[in-house]
């Protein structure tokens, strides 16, 4: 019975850590090659630290916010400052039905637009390397097409 439990342990702990993702697969799941592996590393960090992600953007930033037009506030001069910032999360692709596609400029730049299936809506982020740090440099909430 001893054996067992510990054969039970020994599989699901390996199991557990089989399942884990490593850097190269989280690239791959972004589509960046292995040059890339900081931003991927910032990209990850950024949506599950709340502190670190405001440390990463210098605000004020440009951008809009979700569904622009019809928010009074907003102009063509619109920017967003840490009382007006929204902490963004993951976005599950799957639920969501949106689609990511990231475009690395240079190696200092990334492009990032999420788009609903319908297409007729998306989401831009713009990543740039900054004094050897990746920063949030613009930020389009969801909006029409």
């Known amino acids: 019975m001893r054996y067992k439990k510990a054969a039970f342990l020994f599989g699901f702990l390996f199991l557990a850590f089989s399942c884990q993702q490593t850097t190269p697969d989280q690239d791959q799941a972004l589509g960046l090659d292995e ?3 900081d931003f991927q590393a910032f990209y990850t ?3 599950a630290d709340e502190d ?3 440390a990463r953007i210098p605000f004020p930033i440009k951008g809009a916010p979700d569904n622009a037009a019809n928010k009074p506030e907003y102009d063509e001069n619109f920017t967003w400052t840490k009382d007006n910032w929204v902490i963004n ?3 599950d692709l799957e639920k969501t ?4 596609e990231l475009q690395a400029v240079s190696d200092e730049l990334v492009i990032e637009k999420l788009v609903h ?3 007729g809506y998306s989401m831009v982020r713009r990543f ?12 389009q909430g969801v909006n029409p097409q």
């Open 35 to 37: 040059s890339m592996d």
């Open 52 to 54: 670190f992600q405001l």
């Open 45 to 47: 960090r950024f949506h």
């Open 97 to 100: 039905q949106f689609r990511r």
């Open 128 to 139: 740039a390397k900054m004094e050897g740090q990746w920063m949030l440099i613009y930020y």
């Open 117 to 119: 299936q319908s297409g």
């Open 89 to 91: 999360k993951p976005i």
